[in-house]
């Protein structure tokens, strides 16, 4: 039987959620709840131990990983690269979803196969291929509007610097989206791969136009060719790993299309719209994260895929807690 979306109805269960503190996991947490189901956490030094993690998953039906270092390029979120944080973590989750008998989703990166090697990319491939045999969904999403949005207090000040000649396609998600598909994931069995984007084919130069659009002032669009932001961030990699590999994935995605299928409903331009009425740069999804049930602390996109820094991808508290969320 199918609910209003075409997902599957679920029965209620438990559910560990690793990335729960982060943007798109209280997303996640929220939309849990609202069908019934009980969310759990862990602390940050579980995240990576696998052991840990399954002890933290018994009785539960499955496992959600949204946790990830942060892809806020600035000093601050953490130095470590995405294969010392993500992979780790993924790597944990996957063995105590086989531990535990648990369905696991994680959300992965969708891209273009010439940007597979970067280490951005790499880093949740490894999760991905450690997961091809469990029952469990790689749910790949294409960037989050919170990463567009990101870039408002940039256009306000008059300029907003872009890489590459703004011709590169996709489909950005929000966060809302995905965090329902995410939600209705849980359900099933079996390993599958699910692709997700959102309603809208994009340049990256019209994305940014909308931006500046709602900047309030005349905007001077800053192009850096492809090339060179590619080289810096190689570059950078030797002194901060993952400003430098989050740079370079930057580059590849102005160079390359990557587009999934529409499988999200809202629009960039409707989601923008809130964030001008609103003020502010954090939008309807950020309010929804903060209004959703947090359970306990932990981090978690998107290309956006992105979501918390990674070093707390799974929790700041101590003590891991399991709390119920009744359906709304």
């Known amino acids: 039987m199918a609910d209003a979306r075409g997902g599957l109805i679920q029965a209620a269960m438990d559910v560990l959620v690793l990335g729960a503190r982060g943007g798109l996991g209280r997303l996640i947490c929220g939309e849990l709840a609202a069908r019934g189901h009980r969310t759990r956490t862990v602390t940050r030094g579980e995240a990576r131990d696998a052991a840990a993690l399954a002890r933290a998953a018994a009785g539960a039906g499955a496992i959600v990983n949204c946790a990830g270092a942060s892809v806020a390029l600035g000093l601050g979120h953490g130095w470590r690269g995405y294969r010392a944080v993500d992979t780790p973590i993924g790597l944990a989750a996957a063995e105590a979803a086989r531990r535990a008998g648990a369905r696991l989703v994680y959300v992965g990166v969708a891209h273009a196969p010439a940007l597979a090697r970067t280490p951005y990319v790499d880093a949740h491939e490894r999760v991905a291929a450690a997961m091809r045999d469990q029952d469990g969904v790689v749910v790949r999403a294409t960037g989050f509007f919170s990463a567009y949005a990101a870039l408002l207090p940039l256009a306000r ?94 580059a590849g995605l102005a160079r390359h299309d990557v587009i999934a299928p529409s499988l999200g409903t809202r629009t960039l331009a409707g989601y923008l719209d809130e964030l001008a009425a609103a003020g502010t740069s954090t939008g309807a999804a950020a309010a929804a994260a903060a209004a959703a049930p947090a359970e306990s602390p932990a981090t978690g996109a998107g290309v956006g895929t992105g979501a918390g820094d990674a070093a707390d991808a799974s929790s700041g508290s101590r003590e891991r807690r399991a709390s119920s969320s009744s359906a709304r």
């Not at 994931?185 to 994009?202: F, Q, V």
């Open 157 to 250: 000040r008059g300029i907003l610097p872009d890489i590459g000649d703004g011709r590169a396609r996709t489909n950005p998600i929000d966060e809302r989206d995905l965090a329902a598909i995410v939600a209705e994931s849980i359900a099933g069995d079996g390993p599958r791969e699910l692709a997700a984007g959102g309603p809208e084919i994009l340049t990256r130069g019209g994305i940014f136009e909308q931006v500046a659009a709602r900047a309030g002032r005349r905007v001077r669009i800053v192009r850096l060719p492809a090339w060179l932001a590619a080289a810096s961030g190689a570059a950078l990699s030797l002194v901060h790993p993952r400003m430098g590999q989050f740079t370079r994935f930057a």
